[in-house]
């Protein structure tokens, strides 16, 4: 483990994203490892992981191999963390008490923290008879000057302490690059407890430490944190520790400017994952939510984001987390996506459909689905959509009720006669084909007046049997001559019963 205070003199940026692994990884937090992500690219310095594990009863490996997933899916990398090292490591908490409590000596032999025997008990009802006469609840200080004497007679009550931080009797000034200078009164901070009763740190002091001891020069975070913030910079003078430059921003709101929850959607990245949602469109939302670039742009690969981003023009003002942007997001970057890519991602959901076998993909069937990927992605808003648009191609032929109401009427069956003699008079289909034949379709029967709708809806009823879908020439590109041929003599047949 490095000293403290090995970054000081220099420049290299450092941040960290340090989630605590209690449950999946919620889209507000993904936020947060966002920014710190972009503004380590940004500045070419290092984005550090660190588990904040130091909740036991709740902390468990599965979530935290869960949220390193999580963050992987979207992309943003991380150049120090625990499952893969670093010179500044462990990088869980768990793994660190021995450090927090050689700092925590340190502070009780300069008289810059002191044992605290107070009971829960006794603390409660302090702060409902502050609260009670309209104070605000901190801690009064019973314990701070006690004599050997009283700590003496404390132990012999079987009162086991916590340790206490003395919080300087002076302003405490957070220099916030989002916020500009924020100014915190030490007599509403009161002295808070850095190590627990049971020997465990407190929140307070090990992102205090880790931060010192690995050389972290931004902390960018919620805006929840900034009362967190007040009582750090104190005790990161009182380390010896340099006090890092702090960026807090807003926090994300639901659509009616409440708290984000489950009835505005989903509020985990894994569920966004699982709905079929590209990782590059969450970051890339994320990122709109929290920070507004120099021009209207509003589509972003993440390395056009990390060249783009500025810390200082993060937003003040609280973010209205809107699906109907993130949807319309998703939908460009899937219309941009690699096209091989997108197929592999989509055919999981393909196989849940049973549209596709459980077997590995042939080289040609895969090859057949790219195509069809191509012909629909323009549909798509989300990837789990992918079977309704593909079943059309992927399952038997079957005229929707829909279609039927097009197959019977009147024109049906000459235009399906001339889409059939069009496909026969080929040898074979492709895109380029396919534009062809609906060129010359146009013009057989513009003179009789079938344009437009009435025309193509019924070319798309009889090759598809649907009436939504992909552009006709991707459709007979897909289809191929004689599938073409094959579902069109099916709907003529339908057309000429009536």
């Not at 659509?255 to 890339?284: C, F, M, Q, W």
Request: net charge negative; hydrophobic share 40%; with cysteine.
């Amino acid at each position: 483990m490095k000293k403290k205070g090995i970054y000081s003199p220099v420049n290299t940026v450092r941040v960290r994203f340090a989630p605590s692994p209690t449950g999946r990884l919620h889209i507000g937090t993904a936020r947060t490892a966002l920014l710190n992500w972009l503004f380590a690219r940004k500045e070419q310095g290092s984005f550090i992981v660190r588990i904040e594990d130091t909740d036991r009863s709740r902390s468990t490996i599965e979530f935290e191999e869960s949220i390193l997933e999580d963050l992987a899916w979207m992309g943003l990398s991380w150049d120090e963390g625990p499952d893969i090292g670093g010179d500044y490591g462990p990088y869980r908490q768990s793994e660190r008490f021995e450090l927090y409590q050689m700092r925590v000596d340190e502070l009780l032999r300069s008289g810059q923290a002191y044992r605290c025997y107070c009971t829960p008990k006794e603390l409660e009802e302090r702060r409902q008879k502050r609260l009670a006469i309209g104070l605000m609840p901190k801690y009064e200080g019973t314990c701070r000057n006690l004599t050997a004497d009283q700590e003496a007679e404390c132990l012999a009550q079987g009162r086991k302490p916590a340790v206490r931080f003395r919080v300087p009797d002076e302003k405490v000034i957070v220099h916030d690059l989002v916020r500009g200078e924020i100014e915190f009164s030490s007599d509403v901070i009161g002295d808070f407890v850095i190590l627990r009763s049971d020997g465990s740190p407190a929140f307070h002091l090990a992102v205090v430490v880790d931060d010192g001891e690995m050389g972290v020069t931004h902390v960018i975070r919620g805006e929840d944190h900034i009362t967190n913030t007040a009582k750090h910079v104190p005790l990161f003078q009182a380390l010896g520790y340099p006090v890092p430059k702090f960026a807090h921003n807003a926090m994300i709101l639901g659509p009616g400017g409440g708290k984000l929850s489950k009835r505005h959607g989903a509020t985990s990245v894994g569920e966004y994952r699982e709905k079929g949602y590209l990782p590059e469109a969450i970051d890339n939302y994320l990122a709109l939510l929290s920070w507004a670039p120099e021009d209207t742009r509003e589509v972003f690969s993440p390395e056009e984001l990390a060249a783009a981003f500025e810390v200082e023009r993060i937003s003040k003002s609280p973010a209205i987390f809107d699906i109907n942007k993130l949807n319309w997001l998703n939908g460009q970057h899937i219309r941009s996506a690699n096209l091989e890519r997108l197929t592999n991602l989509c055919v999981p959901y393909l196989r849940d459909a049973d549209l596709v076998p459980p077997a590995e993909l042939s080289r040609g069937e895969f090859a057949h689905l790219v195509k069809i990927v191509e012909a629909v992605r323009g549909n798509l808003t989300v990837l789990s959509e992918i079977p309704k648009y593909a079943k059309i191609f992927l399952s038997r032929y079957k005229i929707e009720p829909e279609a039927i109401e097009w197959i019977k009427k009147p024109q049906a069956p000459k235009v399906l006669s001339a889409l059939l003699d069009q496909i026969q008079s080929r040898e074979e289909l492709d895109i380029d084909v396919g534009r062809e034949i609906m060129a010359r379709l146009r013009e057989i029967f513009k003179p009789f007046g079938i344009t437009g709708k009435d025309l193509f809806m019924l070319v798309r009823a009889g090759l598809t049997g649907a009436t939504k879908g992909p552009e006709l020439p991707y459709a007979l590109n897909i289809l191929g001559r004689d599938e073409a041929i094959k579902r069109v003599e099916v709907a003529l047949e339908a057309a000429s019963s009536q």
